[in-house]
């Protein structure tokens, strides 16, 4: 069984990740010397907040069980522990991408 994590991308970096075919991190995950993850109960709280109004966005699904010690669980907004990976993400990890479209409401509409 996996334990299924997520990255949220615009399509140009999802590009770059499939060319490359890792995950190495982009933007603040490069500043903060990890890739920041959420998990199925953090992802959406994650969008509004750094997200909001974006219509560019890639819902990048991740199976945590590939990534070994690489991930660590470490506390962060509000207090709550956020899946935070030290090294680079293999396209062996990654599940699905789909596409985080904007609802008529301006709300991100998740596939769950």
Not at 45 to 66: A, C, H, K, N, W
Not at 91 to 106: F, N, R, V, Y
């Amino acid at each position: 069984m996996n334990q299924r994590l997520y990255k949220i991308l615009s399509g140009t970096e999802w590009q770059q990740v499939h060319s490359d075919q890792a995950l190495a991190g982009f933007g603040i995950d490069l500043t903060d010397g990890f890739i920041h993850l959420s998990s199925a109960g953090q992802v959406k709280e994650t969008v509004q907040r750094y997200f909001s109004g974006r219509d560019d966005l890639m819902l990048v699904s991740i199976d945590g069980s590939f990534l070994g010690e690489s991930l660590r669980w470490e506390e962060s907004r509000g207090g709550a522990s956020f899946p935070h990976v030290y090294g680079v993400i293999p396209m062996e990890a990654i599940l699905k991408a789909e596409p985080l479209p904007l609802g008529s409401d301006g709300e991100h509409q998740f596939p769950f």
